[in-house]
């Protein structure tokens, strides 16, 4: 299964290499092969996860960390194993001939191998941080699948937005994943389903809960994280099939599927879940009918099919988790075809303007078939698999216990625009007279028509037979949240209550579909509102951030080295000052001060002089001798406590550094005067605080007990180990070389870096 999971990377890896191959020898459509097979290999498993077996593999990682590369396969795993290799085979083809000619198709295969192997890691991951990295990165290939078009500004900032909101999804993961781990004392998926109890009790509870539903949130689109989905359209139609259609916003509806039996019974995550998953349902299926553009409007059809799908989950009952399994299968089915077939209209015509389109079957009569029966699989027309999705939506919510009038009202509300969505998108293009600007559309390549044909066939399958459903789908998801029995999937039920829902959809939506024509003075209406827009808020928010981030910049990087000093010399003021204040404890009457030499004092009296010179002359000159004065007085200290090394050390400095700066400062012009009295008065007391400050801290040090162990050492063993009599040679050579090595090397980059500033020459126009 590790193979499984890695081929897409190695394939993406491969096409670095080869893609030129596969572009000149139109060899693309074999690159198929790969989805399939993996397809192929999950089917095996089909009759081990109808008998309810659940299938491990462990590999050996990181193991001091409790991080492995564990993977386990049930029926929920084995549902989106199938959706992301199923309609990875047919986006996968469909491609081949959508993006023919394309000079970067190879790169698109790369993206898209490498977003496939990411969302199979993560559905088959039984480990919390090998599922966050794999989350992490469907996160980063699907920015760049989004912003493949990269040449365009919009489809840049929407890659951006996406990765934004969904990155911020990872950081509450890793949270999530982090708590649950230190609540449980593992990382693994199935010893935390097994005892959910220690995360139940534990301190953290209510924070992961809180933590995994925004992860989720952010994934799957919800209110108030919804708006980067829209926005992701500006991406190539078999992105926005692959990715927003069947796997990447699912992805926090699996995340919410796998832990849902650990927060079973929390208030606080069925209120979650079930508050969001309405808003956001009803929020999008209300936008539907403003929108013209045919990936806009399945956009906003998806945002509300994964509120339906978090509303369900919310509810949490044996039919409701049963209406998710099958409602997920009816969605990627219904949805992929239509995204391809509005691909198609796209590809065909140049234009997604729903206004604009009619007619097309007389040019597309098999597109205009299959978008009839998407259309029908979306809106729940029986025979086909939506009817039952749909019935099952609502036994979910008439048979709960609270809020049922209320709770069906808002599921059928939903189901009736999206019954008018998906025969806007399906069937309206198709219908009508064939304008003039049209007529010279032509049938699409059969690799373009073949993959959502197979996908509504399957609709209409699925939907007669439906047992496939049950014993691969339903019941075995159903069995992971502890539930015995499973619920028996019909197409005819008797009639019922919810039957009369049904029809009442259909019928309803019918009228609006009728009735309700797509046109600008709709798109106008909702435009005006959207001032108060999540996504207008968000760009509101994020503009006032970057005001108080140029302001705060502004403040402290003004370009001045002298301000930079002074931040850092007051930072080190308050961070250490406070500490040593309140600790500082020096008994004057113990200091043997009478022990001081004349020579001492008079060298003291030297230095502070020299230091007072070099802050009130007016002369560059005089001040760097003063400077030099002050060395040559340490040197003389030096050369006092019996240091003659240190004390020629400090005279070659001192004297090299009064020599370059003679050199440099001699061609400066006169002194001026560029700062204010009270900011050098500022200075001075901030200079005399940190003085004051580091004397402290010399004194402390001196009272604390000498411990000369290292010291010892090293004047016991230079001579030995190193064979060298001066010990500070020998330890910068020797015992420290390493160091000193590294030292050297920074300072030859820093002098190198200076050279090139020095030489650097930059042309008027580029200083723009």
């Known amino acids: ?58 590999y050996e990682w990181i193991p001091a960390f ?17 959706l992301i290799s199923g309609i990875g085979t047919l986006v996968f083809f469909y491609t081949s001939s959508y993006l023919k000619g394309h000079h970067f198709l190879d790169r698109f295969y790369s993206y898209l191998s490498m977003f496939m192997a990411a969302m199979l890691g993560l559905v088959l991951s039984d480990n919390l941080i090998t599922m966050f990295i794999f989350w992490e990165l469907t996160s980063i290939t699907s920015f760049f699948l989004i912003g493949f078009n990269n040449e365009s500004q919009s489809s840049r900032k929407s890659a951006l937005v996406a990765l934004g909101i969904t990155g911020l999804g990872g950081f509450f993961l890793l949270a999530g994943a982090v708590l649950i781990g230190e609540s449980a004392g593992t990382y693994s998926i199935s010893q935390i389903l097994s005892d959910p109890e220690a995360v139940r009790s534990g301190s953290y509870f209510s924070l992961i809960c809180i933590f995994m539903t925004l992860a989720a949130f952010t994934k799957s689109a919800q209110f108030p994280f919804h708006f980067w989905l829209p926005g992701a359209m500006q991406a190539p139609t078999p992105v926005s099939t692959y990715l927003h259609s069947a796997t990447m916003v699912k992805a926090g509806v699996y995340l919410l599927f796998r832990f849902s039996p650990v927060f079973e019974g929390s208030h606080l995550w069925h209120e979650l879940l079930l508050i969001f998953g309405a808003v956001t349902m009803i929020y999008s299926a209300y936008h539907i009918i403003f929108r013209i553009d045919l990936k806009s409007i399945l956009a906003y059809s998806t945002i509300a099919a994964l509120g339906i799908l978090v509303f369900l989950i ?109 025969f806007v998108v399906g069937m309206k293009p198709f219908t009508g007279k064939l304008p003039a600007a049209l007529s010279e559309v032509h049938k699409p390549d059969i690799k373009m028509s073949l993959p959502p044909a197979i996908m509504v ?59 309700l024509k797509p046109n600008y003075k709709l798109k106008g209406f909702i435009s005006k509102l959207e001032v108060i827009s999540p996504l207008q808020l968000m760009n509101d928010l994020n503009q006032g951030f970057e005001k108080i981030s140029g302001w705060w910049t502004n403040l ?18 308050i961070s250490i000052g406070y500490v040593v204040v309140f600790n500082f404890n020096l008994d004057l009457a113990d200091q043997a001060f009478h022990q001081l030499t004349f020579h001492e004092v008079a060298i003291i009296v030297i230095m502070l002089g020299a230091v007072i010179f070099t802050v009130v002359t007016r002369s560059r000159l005089a001040a760097v001798v ?27 400095v001192d004297t090299l550094t009064v020599i370059l700066f003679v050199l440099v400062l001699y061609k400066l012009p006169k002194y001026l005067k560029l700062t204010k009295n009270v900011l050098r008065l500022e200075h001075g007391i901030l200079s005399l605080t940190f003085g004051t400050l580091v004397s402290m801290i010399i004194l402390m040090v001196l009272q604390q007990p000498v411990q000369k162990e290292v010291s010892e050492y090293y004047g016991d063993n230079a001579y030995l ?21 590294i030292e050297v090397s920074v300072l030859t980059v820093a002098s190198l870096g200076v050279f090139g500033l020095i030489k650097l020459r930059i042309r008027s126009r580029d200083k723009k």
């Open 721 to 741: 180990l190193a064979k060298g009599k001066n010990v500070v040679n020998v330890i910068l050579v020797d015992f420290r070389g390493i160091d000193t090595l």
């Open 457 to 515: 066939i399957l609709g209409l399958v699925l939907g007669i037979f439906p047992g496939f459903i049950e014993d691969f789908i339903s019941a075995p998801i159903t069995q992971t949240f502890g539930f015995t029995d499973v619920e028996h999937l019909k197409i005819w039920h008797g009639f019922s209550e919810i039957l009369v829902f049904s029809m009442v959809t259909i019928l309803i939506g019918t009228i609006m579909y009728l009735t």
């Open 626 to 652: 003063a400077m030099g004065i002050v060395g040559f007085s340490f040197s003389l200290i030096f050369l006092f406590y019996g240091a003659p090394d240190l004390a020629m050390t400090q005279f070659s």
């Open 66 to 82: 409790d991080v492995s590369l564990n993977f386990r396969l049930d029926g929920l795993s084995f549902l989106f194993g199938l």
């Open 1 to 58: 299964m590790l193979i499984v999971v890695l081929i897409g990377f190695l394939l993406s890896a491969l096409l670095l290499f080869t893609g030129n191959f596969f572009k000149e020898k139109k060899l693309s459509t074999l690159l198929t092969i790969l989805p399939l097979g993996i397809l192929i290999y999950l089917l095996s498993f089909g009759q081990k996860i109808a008998q309810g077996e659940v299938i491990y593999l462990h």
């Open 314 to 422: 919310g509810i949490g009952t044996k039919m409701a988790i049963t209406a998710a399994a099958v409602f997920i299968v009816v969605h990627a089915l219904y949805k992929a075809s239509l995204f391809l077939i509005a691909g198609i209209i796209d590809h065909e015509t140049g234009t997604r303007d729903i206004t604009r389109l009619s007619g097309l079957r007389h040019k597309m009569m098999p597109i205009f078939i299959t978008g009839v029966i998407a259309a029908a699989i979306s809106g729940g027309i029986p025979p086909t698999l939506g009817f039952i999705g749909k019935e099952l939506i609502y036994e979910s919510t008439y048979h709960f216990t609270e809020s049922v009038v209320f709770l069906t009202f808002l599921a059928i509300f939903t189901k009736i625009l999206l019954f008018y969505a998906g």
């Open 556 to 573: 402290f990087q003004n370009g001045y080295l002298r301000h930079y000093v002074a931040t850092c010399v007051l930072f080190m003021v």
